[in-house]
């Protein structure tokens, strides 16, 4: 008899599996994290990729915003913050010209205390930061539509600064394959009419997720979103299965976020050997509310068994919710030429990533190979 163990709700939580019965347990892969994380940020910021140095971009008189993730991610934006707030200060930027705008999407608003503590005390005293109200039209400026024809609506903060820097974890994501780079901007600063209608996108994928493929139509649009705004510069970061940072991404965006994707497919790309009857699925620590939870359904239906069942493998879904989930307003949809990834997801060719893990055929698996999130054990005949 297995004995599995299961992180659930701050503990963890242990079920016992005959041996006949369980085929694999999938995690994403250890990494070791950068030793000095201060040391990797200075580096990555002295060594841009395919871009000149910050300082010597940035004029006195330009208006900056920093676009951060929210609480919904762990990237330490409190010690990048103050990395880069060094360098704008070295270009002669005053603080009075920078702002950081809190990236929600259509999650809910951070309390104060929650921001503070995202950005550190220092950097909260030190600049403006503050929520993208995304329920309030009067924050909001219309710039039309996308290349794709989605319409684009963003905070007018982005629109009007001088100097956009997105700051962001890179992961594998459902919809636009993975988090990071322009995601920062859609969904994480527009309206919820774009964000809607960006969703609906990702559903053209022939019946499976964007998961763990960086070029597809979400990410396509949503680069052409920052390409409009003028957002070109990111810092990223890619985290180990503890939480810790395993690699600094700062520069061009599209370049810094392919190097960033090449190291989160070393983490969180697995291999899984045979399809399974069912998958159990543990959406920790993506569990902070259901917005976020559900994303463990995703690689756990990457690794089902296909057509050998009338409704595919069933998942047993774990989850724990610590809030309520955010409420995004009803969006217009839209006709959209269906995609499917230009690769075969057949027998030994899929791929995927998650903290999501996307798990890859071996070659002794029946059907499509699939990701899934933090922990995905699977259990056979």
Excluded at 162 to 186: E, T
Excluded at 273 to 281: F, G, K, R, S, Y
Excluded at 348 to 354: M, P, S
Aim: with cysteine; hydrophobic share 35%; charged share 25%.
């Amino acid at each position: 008899m297995a004995e599995i163990i299961i992180p659930f709700d701050g503990k963890p939580y242990r079920l016992k599996v005959p041996d006949k019965h369980l085929v694999e347990v999938l995690s994403p892969k250890p990494f070791p994290a950068v030793a000095e994380l201060e040391t990797q940020i200075e580096h990555a910021l002295d060594h841009p990729i395919r871009q000149a140095p910050l300082e010597t971009r940035v004029k006195p008189a330009d208006r900056v915003l920093l676009v951060s993730d929210d609480n919904t991610r762990s990237t330490p934006v409190d010690r990048v913050i103050p990395a880069l707030l060094k360098r704008l200060k070295r270009a002669g930027v005053k603080d009075a010209q920078i702002c950081c705008l809190i990236a929600l999407g259509t999650h809910r608003y951070m309390t104060e205390e929650e921001i503070m503590t995202k950005v550190g005390s220092s950097v909260f005293k030190r600049i403006r930061v503050l929520n993208h109200e995304w329920r309030n039209p009067d924050v909001l400026v219309d710039l039309g539509t996308s290349s794709r024809g989605t319409p684009l609506q963003v905070n007018r903060l982005v629109a009007e600064a001088d100097v956009v820097i997105g700051l962001g974890a890179i992961v594998p994501h459902h919809i636009p394959g993975f988090s990071g780079s322009s995601k920062i901007i859609q969904p994480g600063v527009c309206g919820a009419r774009t964000t809607a209608e960006t969703h609906m996108l990702s559903c053209e994928s022939g019946g499976d997720s964007f998961l763990g493929y960086e070029d597809n139509p979400v990410r396509q649009d949503m680069d052409d979103m920052a390409d409009r705004v003028g957002m070109n510069t990111i810092f990223n970061v890619v985290m180990d299965t503890n939480g810790r940072v395993a690699g600094c991404f700062f520069g061009e965006m599209r370049s810094a976020f392919l190097e960033g994707v090449s190291l989160a497919r070393k983490i969180y790309g697995v291999t899984y050997h045979e399809t399974p009857d069912i998958v159990l699925a543990n959406s920790c620590p993506c569990d902070l509310d259901f917005w976020q939870s559900h994303k463990s359904q995703y690689p756990a239906q990457r690794t089902r068994r296909g057509e050998s069942c009338a409704h595919g493998t069933p998942r047993l879904h774990l989850l724990a919710l610590r809030q309520d989930q955010s409420r995004l307003s009803p969006g217009g949809t839209q006709e959209w030429s269906r995609f499917r990834p230009g690769r075969s997801l057949g027998h030994g060719a899929g791929e995927g990533l998650g903290h999501y893990f996307f798990p890859r055929n071996s070659g002794g698996a029946q059907g499509k190979a699939r990701p899934h999130p933090c922990a995905q054990h699977r259990m056979g005949h």
